[in-house]
């Protein structure tokens, strides 16, 4: 039996907290047993979360060196207890550390790229500091074709060798019978606020349709919720726009929205935009890889903006997708509902578990 210790910075907040979730939950059987470990379950998304019995925290900052002995300790019990342990690994704290954490000790480490892009890439000399890091990795798994392109471009061939695709796996919600929106147009975007999910380009992009009767819910927290404020003030749209922060019902704003807007300057995959599909809600994106891969088979339900700084482009592509509501809304149902069940989650666990198994598999030879 492969044991799988998942280890992650908090159980919530954003895609790869799902994604650890989810493993942790659907991974337990006669062959595989799966657990969590986080660094803290502080976030605001946590506050009424109760952890599982295969849960635990170190109840520690994500960026404490302490964490690096508090993780070792965790990993050699782990080792008492099971001969066969993969340390999966998930965002780049939890990476830094448990690559010291685990010198000397016998396990195999996994890491999931979550992103096609990060700050850190501005700099070239942090490309041989990383390299460091990502040579203790046995194996690295790629949320999406684009997220495994800017990697091996970033580690170069030699370590790129590591690097496969495992498409991230979504929540399907259940599919909402929509209707063309003859009065009020409903919008939606889900994600963290903070500067490259891009929500600024899609209120500037709407303030130009201020004569038109709409609505704009933007469902997330974080650190630019000041300046989305003060943007929208200024823009004399806080009647129409709101934040309404973290919140555990999202099924539940998909099926009030008639179109969700994906504005990112970057993506590893496009979770929300999965989740909004599986609604049958159509979605317009900005064109950058992750979400292009994602929209790939959408037809009618999906719409990619080339230029996601150009206000007239975002609503060209609102205007088309409107249309095709009005035109063949179950068509723009069934496209996106369709599309969305090629990214299930039964899907990804099992690439996931034959990932783990090959990895077992080579160690071996």
């Known amino acids: 039996m492969l044991n799988i210790l998942h280890v992650i910075t908090a ?13 942790v ?31 635990s925290s170190l109840n520690v900052g994500f960026r404490d060196p302490k964490a690096i002995l508090l993780l070792r300790g965790v990993i050699k019990k782990q080792l008492e207890l099971h001969d066969n342990l993969i340390v999966h690994v998930h965002l780049i704290w939890p990476m ?3 690559s010291l954490a685990v010198i000397g000790l016998p396990v195999k480490l996994v ?31 790629c949320i999406s074709a684009g997220t495994k392109l800017a990697l091996d471009q970033w580690l170069g061939s030699k370590l790129a060798a590591k690097n496969e695709v495992i498409f991230n796996g979504s929540r399907l919600y259940s599919v909402k019978v929509r209707r063309c929106p003859n ?42 919720r000041h300046s989305l404020e003060t943007l929208i003030a200024t ?26 807007l994906v504005p990112s300057h970057y993506e590893g995959f496009g979770l929300a935009a999965v989740e909004g599909m599986s609604t049958g809600l159509p979605i317009i994106a900005a064109n950058v890889s992750g979400l292009n891969e994602v929209l790939a088979g959408a037809g ?56 783990y198994f090959s990895l077992g598999s080579d160690s071996e030879n």
């Open 111 to 141: 890491y999931t790229e979550h992103a096609t892009s990060n700050s850190r890439r501005k700099y070239p000399l942090l490309r041989y500091i990383e390299k460091l890091f990502y040579r203790r990795f046995e194996r690295v798994v």
């Open 25 to 55: 939950s659907r991974m337990n059987d006669n062959d595989v047993q799966s657990s969590a470990l986080y660094f803290n379950t502080n976030s605001p998304c946590a506050k009424n979360l109760v952890l599982e019995p295969n849960e």
């Open 96 to 98: 830094l550390f448990v």
């Open 183 to 224: 009065n009020t147009i409903n919008f939606i975007s889900i994600g963290s606020l903070v500067g490259h999910k891009g929500f600024d380009r899609t209120i500037r992009a709407l303030a130009e349709w201020r004569n038109k009767d709409w609505q704009y819910l933007i469902v997330g927290e974080g650190h630019e």
């Open 235 to 260: 823009l004399e749209l806080s009647d129409k726009i709101k934040l309404i922060g973290w919140s555990d019902q999202i099924e539940q704003h998909l099926h009030t929205a008639d179109i969700q």
């Open 300 to 355: 009618q339900a999906g719409y990619l903006v080339d230029n996601p700084d150009s206000d007239s482009e975002w609503l060209d592509a609102i205007e088309l997708g409107l249309t095709a509501l009005q035109q063949n809304t179950e068509q723009v149902v069934q496209d996106a509902r369709n599309n969305a069940e090629q990214f299930s989650l039964d899907r990804m666990v099992k690439n996931y578990k034959k990932a």
């Open 11 to 23: 159980p919530c907040g954003g895609g790869a907290e799902v994604l650890v979730r989810e493993l």
